[in-house]
């Protein structure tokens, strides 16, 4: 069974900081992994998608690493805002019939002005 | 308008009661989702539906029915309610190939 790992759990940094959020899974055969960031009373929104066959998506501030082999992902923030402040989730999909999600706990960040 | 919608958005029931939570989505989307969230916890899938007469089960399907009305309304029910079902529940859609999915804002359920 597929575990996903997110670490910290939380995180506090002042803005203007760069950070790294870590995500680990357990099983490497993923379709692909997602980064998604939840935001109270609005859902999850989507952030990144890397297949299985890329090593790296970016959008903006946002930079997401996939090294399949060895189960691990990192969402790197570069210059927080406060408006960053969210919890990031990761999730991986298994099974290309069902297309379902696998997540992860999430990193609840918190961006001080 | 929001894409995905859930209705209701908060809902306190006692336990033993029926419940449906609601999602409707103008996405045109064939793949429609249920996931549950608890506090600490990441999504876990509930069910899943790829049209109105393909209804599949998740990895935490016991307690839980759904029901895909139209290709864009799909609900959830509990028969009877009970307290460990209190969590945050979300809808999501996809559509054909593709691994995107797009989710409602969420339906608090508190269950006493």
């Known amino acids: 069974k597929q575990e996903v790992t997110q670490i910290p759990a939380a995180l506090s940094v002042p803005e203007g900081e760069n950070l790294v959020l870590n995500c680990s899974f357990t099983?490497?055969?993923?379709?692909?992994l997602q980064w998604f960031r939840q935001d109270p009373g609005k859902g999850l929104t989507s952030l990144l998608l890397i297949q299985s066959s890329q090593r790296e998506q970016t959008s903006g501030r946002l930079n997401a690493s996939l090294d399949k082999s060895s189960g691990r992902s990192t969402l790197y923030i570069a210059a927080s805002q406060p408006g960053d402040s969210a919890t990031y989730l990761c999730?991986?999909?298994?099974?290309?019939?069902?297309?379902?999600?696998?997540f992860g706990s999430g990193t609840r960040l918190q961006v001080q002005p | 308008d929001a894409d995905v919608t859930q209705t209701p958005r908060n809902r306190i029931t006692k336990t033993g009661k029926r419940i449906m939570l609601e999602c409707s989505q103008t996405k045109g989307h064939d793949r429609m989702y249920w996931y549950r969230q608890d506090p600490g916890l990441g999504l876990r899938l509930i069910y899943y539906s790829f049209d109105v007469k393909d209804i599949n089960k998740g990895e935490i399907s016991d307690g839980y029915s759904v029901s895909r009305q139209a290709q864009a309304k799909f609900s959830l029910s509990l028969e009877s309610a009970i307290p460990n079902q209190t969590a945050l529940y979300f809808c999501a859609t996809g559509q054909g190939n593709g691994y995107e999915q797009y989710f409602g804002p969420g339906t608090r359920l508190t269950v006493t």
């Open positions: 999730a991986v999909v298994m099974d290309m019939g069902r297309r379902a999600l696998t």
């Open positions: 099983d490497s055969a993923i379709y692909n």
